[in-house]
């Protein structure tokens, strides 16, 4: 039996169908919305340099693996830190929507919607029905699949491949067919190559379903070996690709390297700012603060019946940020997303317990009520926040472009704040919108990297210089809220450019454009 009929014949069974088209319907309607925006909400530099590597895809004719970015001049700089599937599919499909954000988007909504399809099918598999509704429910409709399942950045095809891993698997487990099994290894190996961290934490459910199925022999299978050597070897080869390709352009961005500043340090782990971040983009964003009470009781539950699965994917999680952390969801909060359905899976397991019959909130309609309108609002609020936008860079883009500077000449972004690095969030997007290469200037001694700059390339002729100002501020602190840290301020460059040349010929309320003529 395939996986669609069987799928087909649960839904059936349990009349589950119209709770799945219900759902996937408005999960992806929720989706479609304002798919052809600029690039300028939450996490937008992962957007834009996602569509920087598309569009450069494009102009180099697809090569299979090497992608170029634009932040390193002239230079033919290659950049590989994932397999590019995703930039692929976009700068094909680009040939239908004649919009790069459309197209990116797009490819995300297909993973998402595959990645829901999944996620109700291992839940029919593994969750009474009660639960299954609540799973699906809360995975629909939480504001940070929301979000992630419409950017244009790899995290939705990142969970769809993780649940498909956990799915071939399952179905491995049941019928110990060799075609699943190569399905299993397929999928294993695109998710190693595209973000080996955020599948990392499924190894403990895997183990767990194989435990559970054939006890200690499944440690002796040869399936079991062919799926480690399959996974080293993958590793091992993916990690000198990406060394290779990075060495001339990018020489700290080594696989050993990236690995050294995801894992990070002991001292990250001691400090309470990294677990109360996590905790709270999570039961912020992720499930919104009222389903993360249910997440608490939900854990007790999922702990009660001792349910392999779900218990060791929670000690998976846990492992995922244990180790990952400091140099991913916290550093990266997309990351979360891969975590986000068992979060879903046990919240619903509170949900279930509280509005089934004997429960604290059955037949009280006026709780339930007001539950429904508190999470409403908290809902609104999450969404808010993610899809804030900051125009800063997206003005600037569009200032200079105005211009119709010379595809000879180039960039230089000298951003006044954001974070621990100068233009860190800013950058991607001007060189995008504007449709220059050029430089980020560094934190430190910009006076004295902008003359380098300048004297080793005369072609870099134009200056975008972004301001601070309270409403700069307020962007970047909403559309994270709480989880922002106090931005570092820099000072205006307008002498320095001025003694080198350099004339200001565009202005807005937060960004100066200069060019030397």
């Given at each position: ?55 450069n ?18 230079e ?20 239908l ?58 995290e ?78 993958v ?10 390709f ?6 700290d ?8 500043n ?8 001691l ?30 539950v ?97 200032a ?9 000449e ?5 951003a006044?704040h ?5 233009g ?14 050029g ?46 840290r ?8 307008d002498?320095p ?21």
């Amino acid at each position: 039996m395939t996986l669609f009929s069987r799928f087909r014949e649960t839904f059936w069974q349990r009349a589950s169908w119209k709770l799945f088209a219900l759902l996937l319907l408005l999960d992806t309607g929720a989706r479609m919305v304002a798919i052809t925006r600029p690039i300028i909400d939450a996490h937008d530099i992962r957007q834009a340099h996602t569509a920087i590597l598309t569009q450069n895809l494009r102009e180099d004719g697809f090569p299979p693996v090497k992608t170029r970015g634009d932040w390193n001049g002239f230079e033919n700089a290659t950049v590989v830190l994932e397999l590019p599937i995703m930039n692929h599919v976009a700068g094909r499909l680009f040939a239908l929507t004649h919009s790069l954000e459309a197209a990116g988007r797009l490819v995300a909504i297909a993973a998402s919607a595959a990645a829901f399809w999944l996620f109700f099918w291992l839940c029919l598999q593994t969750l009474p029905w009660g639960v299954t509704r609540w799973a699906a429910t809360v995975f629909a409709f939480s504001p940070l699949g929301i979000f992630f399942g419409q950017s244009f950045q790899p995290e939705a095809p990142m969970l769809c491949l993780s649940l498909a891993i956990l799915c071939a698997f399952w179905k491995w487990r049941e019928t110990e067919q060799h075609r699943w099994l190569l399905v299993f290894l397929l999928v294993l190996a695109l998710g190693i190559t595209i973000k080996l961290n955020e599948i990392s934490h499924l190894a403990f459910p895997v183990l767990a379903l194989g435990l559970t199925k054939w006890g200690p022999r499944f440690l002796l299978k040869w399936q079991t070996w062919l799926i480690g050597a399959v996974g080293g070897a993958v590793t091992i080869v993916w990690s000198k690709v990406i060394t290779h390709f990075n060495a001339s352009s990018f020489p700290d961005w080594s696989a050993s390297s990236n690995l050294r500043n995801f894992i990070g340090t002991l001292n990250d782990r001691l400090h309470a700012y990294y677990y109360l971040k996590l905790a709270g983009y999570m039961g912020g964003l992720g499930l919104t603060p009222v389903l993360g009470l249910f997440f608490l009781t939900g854990v007790v539950v999922v702990w009660r019946r001792r349910d392999s699965l779900y218990v060791w994917w929670g000690a998976g999680i846990g492992f995922f940020y244990l180790l990952w952390g400091p140099g991913g969801p916290v550093g990266h909060s997309y990351y979360h997303l891969v975590a986000l359905p068992w979060f879903c899976v046990v919240a619903a397991f509170g949900l279930d317990g509280a509005l089934a019959e004997g429960g604290w909130l059955a037949a009280r309609r006026l709780g339930i009520s007001a539950l429904a309108l508190l999470w409403t609002g908290f809902f609104g609020a999450a969404l808010t926040t993610l899809y804030y936008p900051d125009h800063t860079a997206y003005s600037a883009a569009r200032a200079v472009a105005a211009l119709q500077p010379p595809k000879s000449e180039g960039l230089i972004v000298a951003a006044d704040h954001r974070r621990a690095s100068s233009g860190w969030p800013l950058y991607p997007t001007i060189f995008f919108y504007s449709g220059m290469k050029g430089y980020n200037l560094p934190l430190s001694d910009r006076e004295v990297e902008l003359a380098t700059l300048i004297d080793r390339h005369p072609e870099l002729r134009w200056v975008v210089q972004t301001r601070f100002t309270p409403q700069a501020d307020i962007a970047m602190r909403n559309r994270i809220a709480i989880f922002s840290r106090t931005p570092v301020i820099q000072p205006a460059l307008d002498e320095p450019l001025t003694k080198l040349g350099f004339v200001k010929v565009s202005m807005g309320p937060d960004f100066s454009v200069f060019h030397k003529p």
